[in-house]
Each structure stands twice: as C-alpha cells, then as structure tokens.
C-alpha cells in the first residue's frame, strides 16, 4: 500500500493500571494525525489531547509515570462521555 493521499493516526492511552477486568480505566487519549498529499509529504499534522476522568482515584505510581494527577482530571469528562469522539477520529 502507498501511503500517499491518506490520513496515518498514532495514539497513545494512559490508564490507571494494566488490568480492565480489575477496573483500571482510562485517563488520557492521545493521537498524532497526519495527512499525507499525494506526492508522500506530510502536509498537515493534527494532535488530539483528551484528559479522562477516571472515577476512581490516580495511583500514586501512575502519577509518577504520567504527571497526570487526580486534580487534573477532576474536571474531564468521563470515558463514556468522550468514546464517541474517540472512535469519530480513529
């Protein structure tokens, strides 16, 4: 495939653990969009930031790692609120 014409989205999440099934939850969504013309240059690149409350309390070793705190995300939408500008990117 010719990577020429087309839109390339690189993302990152942070979460609060590496175990959904335990109830770790999402806190941040990332992306890089880049819009790649028909010649192969990267004419536009677009980033996409999304803090994510959690609802539950930030671990102290994921604020270490991330910078992310629990007072910064106290004002973010919920994941739910927020999967459908997700997936609209993606």
Excluded at 7 to 17: K, Q
Excluded at 38 to 51: A, I, P, Y
Excluded at 75 to 87: G, M, S, T, Y
């Amino acid at each position: 495939m010719l990577w020429r014409n087309q839109s390339i989205i690189a993302f990152d999440t942070e979460t609060t653990g590496l175990n959904p099934q335990d109830g770790d939850r999402v806190i941040e969504f990332a992306a890089v969009e880049m819009h790649v013309a028909e010649d192969g240059r990267v004419e536009k690149v677009e980033r996409h930031e999304m803090l994510i409350n959690p609802g539950i309390p930030i671990p102290r070793e994921v604020v270490k790692l991330t910078g992310i705190t629990d007072e910064a995300v106290a004002d973010a939408l919920p994941f739910e609120k927020r999967a459908k500008d997700i997936l609209g990117l993606l």
